[in-house]
T-cell receptor, first 114, second 114 residues
């Protein structure tokens, strides 16, 4: 069965600081996918990234970057030069190819202070 | 853009009432999902549907049922609402069942059962 741990319940940073959100997952499958979602105060989850287990290259999208370490089962998310608009709850979600839906972590609430 | 809409943002019902939560997507997605979100627990899958009239139980189906009579619409039914069903309910849709395709979420319905 899948399990995902987001150990940081809440993080508070000051604008322009870099911040890393941790995600550790468990899976018995060799093929799986990993997702990150953002949930701003409005409530609607926004898809950020999908990564499959065969692709261990790190990815960068603007101020966002993701570090996938298969050896440690981690898929961490870094925001560089954080902004107030980054304040949200962030969810990591693995998905086995045979499983019907995503398995969500408990989320990390990020507060970016001006 | 994929659009997933939910019939209500906020709903207050009394214990024992029958409650219908409606979800509509406009991208011809085969798969639709209902999750509930509770503090510290992340999102938990209640039910999903992979085709019209087809459904499967998720991780916490007790106390809920679903209906999918048309491809674009997926309803969650609380046959007899109870206070422990007070929660945020999120609907999602996706293009593929097995595989890595991302789910698109609606804005959520915050249900309070008194």
């Amino acid at each position: 069965a899948q399990k995902v741990t987001q150990a940081q319940t809440e993080i508070s940073v000051v604008e322009k600081e870099d911040v890393t959100l941790d995600c550790v997952y468990e899976t018995r499958d060799t093929t799986y996918y990993l997702f990150w979602y953002k949930q701003p105060p409005s409530g609607e989850l926004v898809f950020l990234i999908r990564r499959n287990s065969f692709d261990e290259q790190n990815e960068i999208s603007g101020r966002y970057s993701w570090n996938f370490q298969k050896s440690t089962s981690s898929f961490n998310f870094t925001i560089t030069a954080s902004q107030v608009v980054d304040s949200a709850v962030y969810f990591c979600a693995p998905k086995d190819t045979g499983r019907r839906a995503l398995t969500f972590g408990s989320g990390t609430r990020l507060q970016v202070q001006p | 853009d994929v659009k997933v809409t939910q019939s209500s943002r906020y709903l207050v019902k009394r214990t024992g009432e029958k409650v219908f939560l409606e979800c509509v997507q406009d991208m011809d997605h085969e798969n639709m999902f209902w999750y509930r979100q509770d503090p510290g627990l992340g999102l938990r899958l209640i039910y999903f549907s992979y085709d019209v009239k087809m459904k499967e139980k998720g991780d916490i189906p007790e106390g809920y049922s679903v209906s999918r009579e048309k491809k674009e619409r997926f309803s969650l039914i609380l046959e007899s609402a109870s206070t422990n069903q007070t929660s945020m309910y999120l609907c999602a849709s996706s293009t593929r069942l097995a595989g890595g395709y991302e789910q698109y979420f609606g804005p959520g319905t915050r249900l309070t059962v008194t």
